[in-house]
């Protein structure tokens, strides 16, 4: 089975240039993630879809930060303009609702290589 | 507001020592996930644990949940060199999204 394919794996620009970064899920997961992880932390969620619609995007900066997944597969997040603070790894992540007797299973998410990101 | 703290967030250790980090939760979670993460690569899916009182192993590894106390820990049991890496504890909230810890960056030492 595929992994979740994320391009480009590396990105330079400098500030208030624009970027866009691709993700392309394991095929028949529903749900799509966005990840920041800045160098030394976690990875923070900044959005999530279901299918073609989001489902939480609480913590996406949204004057800046744009993202869709048009036909439910793939997804594009946008950065436009960039800030120096935005320099990290962008992590696109798939998981698959099921259900197992019933009840929600798990939906554990997997992870693909990130696109790093590096603004000057 | 989730938060997820981890302890350490460095830990170097020798080789055949056991050792645990530790994940403390602020709410209420029925999902917490063990991660582990190599220098610039991506996430790797170590454990998923579901329920109070679940416990997994893998060789060396053993993550256990008490969902009373919104605590989780990793056990690391006759480290071997191969299991430096950064481990994440991330928690699932409302929603799927995760919520992940600041990494325990763990170094073992021949």
């Known amino acids: 089975e595929a992994g979740v394919a994320q391009s480009p794996r590396y990105k330079i620009i400098e500030k208030r240039q624009s970027v866009a970064f691709w993700c392309n899920p394991i095929s028949g997961h529903a749900t799509l993630y966005w990840y920041q992880q800045i160098l030394g932390q976690g990875p923070k969620l900044l959005i999530q879809f279901q299918n073609n619609g989001v489902v939480d995007d609480s913590q996406l900066p949204k004057d800046r930060f744009s993202a869709e997944r048009l036909k439910g597969v793939d997804s594009t997040l946008k950065i436009q303009p960039a800030k120096l603070e935005d320099s990290a790894v962008y992590l696109c992540a798939s998981s698959h609702r099921g259900t197992s007797g019933g009840i929600s299973s798990y939906n554990e998410q997997f992870f693909g290589p990130g696109t790093r990101l590096t603004v000057l | 507001e989730l938060k997820v703290e981890q302890n350490p967030l460095f830990l170097s250790m020798q080789e055949g020592k056991n050792y645990t980090i530790y994940c403390n939760y602020s709410?209420?979670?029925?999902?917490l996930y063990w991660y582990r993460q190599d220098p610039g690569k991506s996430l790797e899916s170590l454990f998923v644990?579901?329920?109070?009182?679940a416990v997994k192993q893998e060789g060396r590894l053993m993550a256990s949940l008490d969902t009373k106390a919104r605590l989780s820990t990793l056990h690391i049991t006759a480290a071997v060199h191969d299991l430096s890496a950064t481990y994440f504890c991330?928690?699932?909230?409302?929603?799927?999204?995760?919520?992940f810890g600041k990494g325990t960056h763990l170094i073992i030492q021949p």
């Open positions: 991330a928690v699932g909230g409302g929603a799927d999204g995760l919520t």
């Open positions: 709410t209420t979670s029925d999902r």
């Open positions: 644990l579901l329920s109070n009182g």
